[in-house]
């Protein structure tokens, strides 16, 4: 069970679908935290019946054009006259991929992470390791890639892991997310018949609307779940000893940690 965690960014995460991760005992976590880590992120109980204070943001039916609004369809409708959303190599990300997501991350309204070629090199490597879909979004005419994603596919399942668009496609009225998402949902839930599509977790840093986007325009919704944190000892000392001050922290990836260990239920 512990290899199907991995760590990122000092806490194991589990690696496979959500709604397949069970709940792990103090005695499993701290044999991890022995090997590697500052904390073990546990979530289970995806998709229960109450509310919570995490949650994953999933999509689980497809009704195509008919269950959006018609300002949705329309900037699909612009979208797809602009632009071609197809399936792609990993060599056309590895060569033409970093310019784009750098200006992606440097556009982001929270500035909680940095990308340089070493950290994109990493996470292509961790690509490369797994079973990954990458689409390209290309201008119509010219074929200039504007965008890409990557999907982490499991059995029935997937996650929109990483989106990046050139920030100027953004505000050209040209909405190329649009037409990328729909094409996307299509693909994983009509075509192949997935279980869900998910855009992840509750985002603890907020850099990006993406979420909030797909619950309004693409019929998304909150799988609701269970979160439990597992520290190490001296980390969770720390964050025990900062908490009832996170209004006065300025960090942010530490009011980060604190946001979600708030979250726990």
């Not at 103090?26 to 289970?44: A, I």
């Not at 953004?170 to 094409?183: A, K, T, V």
Request: net charge positive; hydrophobic share 35%; aromatic share 20%.
């Amino acid at each position: 069970m512990m290899y199907d965690f991995i760590i990122y960014r000092n806490a194991w995460r589990y690696y496979l679908a959500p709604d397949r991760e069970p709940q792990l005992s103090d005695s499993l976590c701290n044999e991890m935290l022995k090997k590697d880590g500052w904390m073990v992120r546990n979530t289970f109980s995806f998709d229960q019946k109450g509310p919570s204070d995490f949650w994953y943001i999933i999509k689980d039916t497809f009704e195509g054009l008919d269950e959006l609004s018609s300002n949705v369809r329309r900037k699909i409708r612009r979208a797809e006259e602009l632009f071609e959303y197809k399936k792609i190599e990993y060599q056309t990300i590895k060569d033409f991929g970093f310019p784009i997501i750098e200006a992606t991350f440097k556009d982001y309204k929270v500035k909680d992470r940095s990308m340089n070629k070493e950290v994109f090199s990493d996470y292509l490597d961790y690509c490369a390791k797994g079973e990954f879909d990458y689409w390209g979004i290309f201008e119509r005419g010219n074929q200039k890639l504007v965008g890409f994603s990557t999907v982490h596919l499991w059995e029935n399942a997937c996650e929109y892991e990483i989106t990046a668009i050139w920030p100027e496609y953004l505000r050209n009225s040209s909405y190329p997310y649009y037409g990328l998402y729909q094409r996307m949902n299509e693909y994983y839930l009509s075509e192949r018949k997935f279980k869900y599509v998910s855009d992840g977790s509750r985002s603890i840093t907020e850099h990006s609307n993406i979420q909030p986007f797909l619950e309004q325009n693409f019929k998304f919704r909150k799988a609701y779940c269970k979160l439990k944190i597992h520290y190490k000892w001296w980390f969770g000392a720390i964050v025990r000893v900062l908490y009832p001050f996170r209004g006065l922290i300025w960090s942010r990836n530490v009011k980060a940690v604190l946001r979600m260990h708030r979250m726990q239920s």
